[in-house]
């Protein structure tokens, strides 16, 4: 996979939303997000217990406020190819 960089996924998230920004935090209201400056692998598991295996890379948007976070799938927002894709998520 290409280098993951912040201010593309930032970029590629604001495309996907209509430059409408994210939403307030469905938790504590918050209006004001971050990210980090590496991607998150969300594993996938059929099983019990800690497997490495398939993982879907994914960009997080982090609450400045209480600290919840959502993910973002890469592939999704154009940030991934079809083929770092494939070698990498789950088949289904």
Partial sequence: ??????????????????????????YCGGQHFTTTDSLATIMINKEDGINLGPYIPSGMAICKKC?????????????????????NAEKE
């Fill in 1 to 26: 996979m290409s280098t993951y960089n912040p201010e593309d996924f930032i970029k590629a998230l604001a495309l996907r939303m209509n430059n409408r920004g994210l939403p307030n935090c469905p």
């Fill in 67 to 87: 600290g919840h976070i959502e993910f973002f799938a890469l592939k999704v927002l154009g940030l991934m190819s079809e083929e770092d894709f494939e070698n």
